[in-house]
């Protein structure tokens, strides 16, 4: 009886141990890449889990690489351009607000579908064509046709990476697509390449650069005036190029709502002026909001905007070529405060206005 007891405890024992090295072993083979606190990855031998804007979607090994792709964002174009793979987009929306003119002439040749806009989706045209992924940002006004495509077995993959405030933080999500499209080597280089180029840039600002330059950014937008504090992506650009942001001073992650007057009294002086958008010459600015004119970097013509890559259509590439390359907006923002540093570079994103 007792000989029993003993021999059912060890065989119980046994089950466990082979239970919790099962388990054990799940968890050694499972790898987690944290890219922010907006994203991550959990991959083991079976499966591929991304966590995103408190949405978990997972796709078996089997099912990867994704081979057909609709997209919401701009941002998701040049990610999946990076990579070579910009031909698996099989449906976008607002199409017009895209720079990419393979975009546009996809539409042309029926090869990529127009299927909704920030307001809606034309969830039965993607239903009938059924991609294996979405790629969306977390749009509030478009949650109910998101859910509507999941509850059909389409996959929806948020991609907020406009939160970010890191200068390299968005470039870096182009690791996530390299584990969707089986591109890792490839995100990885690239990520390398601009990572090295960025900080190359930055060192010879920071180093050579007298910093004896002050930047105001951006203009009014209706009787407000927004601007970045110190913790925000624009400001960071700024400081790694040594441009002395004039509200450098203010903390927080939300932008700054100021007065005309407010701006004025402390940016009276500035030498430059960036990111004007809404403008491409002096005159225009003047003619929109004519006290701009009693900045200095107005009267000295040191404005600069950063819309010289955009189309007819006002899509503008800076807010989408840009994002994976961010060594091209450094090098832009060094060539403006310190010309002497970079004599045979051509600014790329931005202009100056006339």
């Known amino acids: 009886m007792i000989k029993n007891s003993v021999l059912s405890l060890l065989f119980l024992l046994?089950?466990?141990?082979?239970?919790?090295?099962?388990?054990?072993?799940?968890?050694?083979?499972?790898n987690s890449f944290q890219f922010s606190k907006n994203i991550s990855i959990e991959e083991n031998e079976q499966t591929l889990t991304i966590k995103s804007s408190e949405n978990t979607i997972s796709f078996k090994k089997e099912e990867l690489p994704i081979k057909s792709v609709m997209?919401?964002?701009?941002?998701?174009?040049?990610?999946?351009?990076?990579?070579?793979?910009?031909?698996?987009?099989?449906?976008?929306?607002?199409?017009?607000?895209?720079?990419?003119p393979k975009?546009?002439?996809?539409?042309?040749?029926?090869?990529?579908?127009?299927?909704?806009?920030?307001?809606?989706?034309?969830?039965?045209?993607?239903?009938?064509?059924?991609?294996?992924?979405?790629?969306?940002?977390?749009?509030?006004?478009?949650?109910?046709?998101?859910?509507?495509?999941?509850?059909?077995?389409?996959k929806v993959l948020y991609l907020d990476e406009y939160k970010e405030q890191n200068p390299l933080g968005q470039i870096e999500y182009l690791k996530v697509f390299g584990k969707l499209f089986n591109k890792n080597n490839?995100?990885?280089?690239?990520?390398?390449l601009v990572k090295n180029r960025y900080d190359s840039i930055k060192n010879i600002i920071q180093t050579?650069?007298?910093g004896n330059v002050s930047t105001l950014v951006n203009t009014m937008y209706g009787d407000v005036w927004y601007l970045p504090t110190k913790?925000?992506?624009?400001?960071?650009?700024?400081?790694d190029a040594k441009g002395n942001?004039?509200?450098?001073?203010?903390?927080?992650?939300?932008?700054?709502?100021?007065?005309?007057?407010?701006?004025?009294?402390?940016?009276?002086?500035?030498?430059?002026?960036?990111?004007?958008?809404?403008?491409?010459?002096?005159a225009e600015m003047k003619a929109s909001y004519p006290n701009y004119t009693w900045f200095d970097a107005f009267k000295n013509g040191n404005v600069y905007a950063y819309n010289k890559r955009m189309n007819i259509k006002d899509a503008n590439d800076y807010f989408e070529q840009g994002i994976v390359r961010p060594d091209i907006i450094l090098n832009d923002l060094g060539k403006i405060f310190y010309p002497d540093l970079f004599p045979n570079y051509n600014l790329y994103f931005y202009q100056q206005l006339k």
């Open 14 to 30: 046994l089950i466990f141990n082979c239970k919790q090295s099962s388990e054990n072993k799940t968890i050694e083979n499972t």
């Open 186 to 192: 490839e995100a990885n280089q690239q990520f390398e």
């Open 71 to 100: 997209v919401e964002t701009s941002s998701a174009v040049s990610f999946l351009t990076e990579l070579g793979e910009f031909n698996l987009i099989k449906g976008v929306t607002d199409a017009s607000f895209m720079y990419n």
């Open 245 to 282: 942001y004039i509200f450098n001073d203010k903390t927080g992650l939300n932008s700054l709502s100021l007065t005309f007057e407010e701006v004025y009294k402390k940016g009276k002086s500035a030498k430059y002026w960036i990111n004007v958008t809404s403008a491409n010459s002096l």
């Open 208 to 210: 050579k650069g007298k």
């Open 103 to 154: 975009i546009e002439q996809g539409i042309k040749n029926k090869t990529i579908l127009e299927v909704g806009n920030s307001n809606e989706l034309f969830t039965e045209t993607i239903l009938k064509n059924k991609p294996q992924l979405i790629i969306a940002n977390s749009n509030p006004v478009l949650a109910k046709y998101h859910q509507q495509l999941e509850q059909n077995g389409i």
């Open 231 to 239: 913790d925000l992506l624009q400001a960071k650009l700024i400081e």
